[in-house]
Every structure is written in C-alpha cells, then in structure tokens.
C-alpha cells in the first residue's frame, strides 16, 4: 500500500540501536499499529500470513509482544541482529517511526519522538530538516491523506508524551 517511505535514519544506526520495537510492558501503548488494508501492500504472500498469523495483532490492531529478558519485544524483531523479520512487509507505522501521528484538535500533526538516538544527534540539522520537507510532501499525497483518514487509529493521542515528542507540522482534519 504505502510501502518505500524514505527512511530518516540509516540502516546501520537502526541495527545497532536497541531503542524502539522494546517495550517495558507486554501491552504497551507504543506498540505499532498494522492496519488491515495494509495486507494488500505487502509484497511477498509469506509475509501476509506471517504478519497476520493469528495472534500476531491484538484487539487494538496493534502487534503482539513476546517476553525478553526484563522487557518485551515486538514479535517480528530479531534481538540478536536487531533485524525485522517482516522488514518488507512491516506497517506503515514502523516506516514512519521516528515519526509519528499525533491527535491535534481539529486534526492530526506529525511528531517526532525525541527517545530515538538518531533524532537526538540530527535535529535542528539540514539532514534532519530536508526529511521534514519531504514528511510534508508525502503527506500532501491524495493516496496517503486517504490511507489516513480511512485508518484513524494510527492517530494518537500523545498528550501524556508531550516531554518526549515534539509537533512538526500539522496536516488537515482527518475527520
């Protein structure tokens, strides 16, 4: 569906962070969310199956967690390797991270999570702000407006996180 979203942060940075798909709890609120219709995006039939095996997504479409260690991790990641098993088929959620979709009377704005170590070293950079450019213009898209307004629940109320995120830009009302 949504699938090649340039990503913010390289590759290398990415496999050697044990930062995001770690949860401190099994139902974590920060857990990604997989829409349905993002099954028709999703390239490869294995990955289908894989990612909507059941039990994979909860009630809440969001992805299970398994235990590791003290913490949880997202049921595709592979902490050894930090590798995603479902890297080209993951949910649009995981593309955009570290970015994020954030409730905002009347509509939605982009947000960045400020815990990614990328983000901390990048922002306020010309990197860092040519990505924001180009956040805005995929976000003018009429097909991902659209995705968007047909799957509210990636919009999130982050009011409890404002010490951790920072509002971008906002983008028309979903409604």
């Not at 219709?37 to 990612?51: C, F, N, Q, S």
């Not at 235990?67 to 080209?88: D, K, M, V, W």
């Amino acid at each position: 569906m949504l699938q090649g979203m340039k990503q913010l942060v390289p590759s290398k940075v990415c496999l050697s962070c044990e930062g995001c798909c770690r949860f401190s709890e099994a139902k974590s609120e920060w857990r990604p969310r997989i829409m349905e219709e993002e099954k028709v995006g999703v390239a490869k039939p294995e990955l289908v199956e894989k990612i909507f095996l059941k039990g994979s997504v909860d009630e809440k479409k969001m992805i299970s967690t398994i235990p590791f260690g003290e913490r949880h991790i997202c049921r595709f990641l592979t902490p050894q390797s930090n590798a995603c098993g479902i890297y080209h088929g993951r949910p649009f959620e995981c593309q955009l991270y570290p970015f994020l979709l954030m409730r905002k009377e009347p509509g939605v704005a982009v947000a960045v999570h400020l815990s990614c170590p990328y983000v901390q070293d990048a922002f306020g950079s010309s990197v860092m702000d040519e990505y924001i450019e180009y956040l805005k213009e995929f976000f003018q898209q009429k097909e991902v407006l659209s995705f968007v307004r047909r799957n509210k629940e990636l919009v999130v109320d982050y009011s409890n996180c404002l010490g951790e995120i920072e509002e971008l830009f906002s983008l028309p009302p979903v409604d």
